[in-house]
């Protein structure tokens, strides 16, 4: 059986020798690069399952990464950063990444997000029996197989967070979904502090989907419960 390979990008060595250590205590494959470009170059040339991502490093920092990786693949990414602001978290999130921790850290604390982000992300890219059935509501139309969203014949960029969160309230319209039952369904993990993480991909979703120009909303938010499908 193939063992699961982990990049680590961070251009501070000690950090990204500790967080090896433990990683590869989980039996993990490790890789570490110091710089944005050699991690472009990682994962252009070798199978890399999830991404341990420093913002600032040299040559090519941490978020054109990201932009430069969702082009092509949809692999985790956690951002391990120095930054500590809630502009740098939301940009992190927005442009693509699937966590965001700060540091100083605790490996334990990482390590088990690196496991909830691989769980869901390996559970997502089992081969699938059967097709999905494509979504469709009035100008809208989201294929779950070719995890893409039309409106109106415009092709809608979503990062795989947004596409899930998605799917998942347009599988059922009408249902009402908390944030915590969304974070526990789209993120896979145990809902902590995953408000604020829900809450921005919805309003990044929104926007994408032009929801600021439109009367009838597609998400319809519930006051003090959740947000629903008005589809």
Do not use: C
């Amino acid at each position: 059986m193939k063992r699961i390979s982990i990049l680590i990008a961070d251009d501070e060595e000690e950090i990204a020798d500790l967080i090896a250590i433990h990683l590869e205590k989980e039996g993990y494959n490790v890789i570490k690069v110091h710089n944005g470009q050699d991690a472009i170059q990682v994962i252009q040339t070798q199978s890399i399952d999830l991404l341990i991502l420093d913002i600032m490093m040299p040559k090519m920092d941490g978020y054109e990464v990201t932009r430069q990786i969702r082009e092509q693949y949809n692999m985790p990414i956690i951002f391990l950063s120095a930054k500590t602001s809630d502009f740098d978290k939301v940009h992190g999130l927005v442009i693509g990444a699937d966590d965001y921790m700060t540091k100083p850290f605790t490996p334990i604390e990482l390590v088990a997000r690196v496991n909830a982000q691989l769980r869901r992300y390996m559970k997502l890219n089992q081969p699938k029996v059967d097709n999905k059935d494509i979504l469709e509501f009035g100008g809208i139309v989201i294929s779950p197989d070719q995890r893409t969203v039309l409106l109106y014949g415009e092709n809608i960029e979503l990062t795989p967070k947004e596409f899930d969160i998605l799917y998942l309230l347009a599988s059922h319209p009408k249902k009402v979904y908390s944030v915590e039952n969304i974070f526990q369904q789209v993120w896979g993990d145990a809902y902590f502090e995953g408000g604020n993480t829900v809450m921005v991909h919805i309003r990044t979703l929104r926007k994408k989907l032009g929801e600021d120009k439109r009367k009838n909303k597609l998400i319809k938010t519930v006051w003090g419960v959740g947000y629903t499908f008005n589809g």
